[in-house]
């Protein structure tokens, strides 16, 4: 059964950091590429960034880029997201997602809140 599992969500104060974890199972989570995704309430989804199956390579968002870092450890089956530098903006519901080919999933998100 697959499953990806977010955590590491909560309140933050602005210019705070936080760290996601999406916990992988049920697949062969070295093949895939991993992404994280967040919308935030009356929003579409959308992309934060990704990394690539070995980890080599990281593509981010302008609204990003610079403040959030995505790692991923294999050998654990976890894939991260590094948050600094947190704006009001940043409050959304973030998602992991991994893809490999046509094979997509999706875990249940965790909530991100920025406020003072």
């Known amino acids: 059964q697959v499953q990806l599992v977010e955590s590491g969500g909560g309140l933050v104060q602005p210019g705070g950091s936080l760290r996601l974890s999406c916990a992988a199972s049920?697949?062969?989570?070295?093949?895939?590429?991993m992404s994280w995704y967040r919308q935030a309430p009356g929003e579409e989804r959308e992309l934060v960034g990704a990394?690539?199956?070995?980890?080599?390579?990281?593509n981010y968002s302008d609204s990003v880029k610079g403040r959030f870092t995505i790692t991923r450890d294999n050998a654990k089956n976890t894939v991260y997201l590094q948050m600094n530098s947190l704006k009001f903006e940043d409050t959304a519901v973030y998602y992991c997602?991994?893809?490999?080919?046509?094979?997509?999933?999706w875990g249940q998100g965790t909530q991100v809140t920025v406020s003072s």
């Open positions: 990394i690539s199956s070995a980890g080599g390579r990281t």
């Open positions: 049920g697949f062969t989570f070295s093949r895939y590429t």
């Open positions: 997602k991994s893809q490999y080919g046509r094979s997509v999933y």
